[in-house]
Antibody
Framework: QVKLLQSGAALVKPGASVKMSCKASGYTFTDYWVSWVKQSHGKSLEWIGEIYPNSGATNFNEKFKGKATLTVDKSTSTAYMELSRLTSEDSAIYYC??????????????????WGQGVMVTVSS | DIQMTQSPASLSASLGETVTIECRASEDIYNGLAWYQQKPGKSPQLLIYNANSLHTGVPSRFSGSGSGTQYSLKINSLQSEDVASYFCQQYYNYRTFGGGTKLELK
């Protein structure tokens, strides 16, 4: 079955960076886009960006350009997200998700059919 | 960017009741709309995609409808396990989520 296993919680200092992982199993990793989603405490969800493992192509929410870097390691079916120059506003839970294609109008669209368990990032001195 | 406005922000209902949650997009999203359920301390789970298609394994008491800019999620015969937060998401143009609806038992 499809699983997305994320790395553990992180406590980081302001101004530092953090890199988290998302190991996929149960499907062909290179066939599906992987998205990352932020959930601040008690709040809604924000799409950060996505990466296509087969080519490394990426798309980002404008808000997270320069903040998030997305990479993959095809040999281990693992996606990574690095967040830089952290502030308290970056304290949140971060999820990786699999994008399920939906060509309902002949063009590519994708919703999220599988989610990782989330990584809690706390930015504090 | 497409904005998603979800209502109500919170909802209290009784067991067996029918509940409806609404979502409005800032422009036509041509049925590129999904609904997710999130229980406390858990990851969101897909319920509905393409506005009205039920994801595998989701109980039939959940249904989605709508078109254009207006969409809704209906839960028939509310069960205790339905207590959760619900989020809509447009995926027509990248992805944007609604603000969420917290559903509690009355």
């Amino acid at each position: 079955q499809v699983k997305l296993l994320q790395s553990g919680a992180a406590l980081v200092k302001p101004g530092a960076s953090v890199k988290m992982s998302c190991k996929a199993s149960g499907y062909t990793f290179t066939d599906y886009w992987v998205s990352w989603v932020k959930q601040s405490h008690g709040k809604s969800l924000e799409w950060i960006g996505e990466i296509y493992p087969n080519s490394g192509a990426t798309n980002f929410n404008e808000k997270f350009k320069g903040k998030a870097t997305l990479t993959v390691d095809k040999s281990t079916s693992t996606a990574y997200m690095e967040l830089s120059r952290l502030t308290s506003e970056d304290s949140a839970i971060y999820y990786c998700t699999r994008g399920q294609p939906d060509y309902y109008d002949g063009y590519y669209h994708a919703y999220f059919d599988y989610w990782g368990q989330g990584v809690m990032v706390t930015v504090s001195s | 960017d497409i904005q998603m406005t979800q209502s109500p922000a919170s909802l209290s209902a009784s067991l067996g009741e029918t509940v409806t949650i609404e979502c409005r997009a800032s422009e036509d999203i041509y049925n590129g709309l999904a609904w997710y359920q999130q229980k406390p301390g858990k990851s969101p789970q897909l319920l509905i995609y393409n506005a009205n298609s039920l994801h595998t394994g989701v109980p039939s008491r959940f249904s989605g409808s709508g078109s254009g800019t207006q969409y809704s999620l209906k839960i028939n015969s509310l069960q205790s396990e339905d207590v959760a937060s619900y989020f809509c998401q447009q995926y027509y143009n990248y992805r944007t989520f609604g603000g969420g609806t917290k559903l509690e038992l009355k």
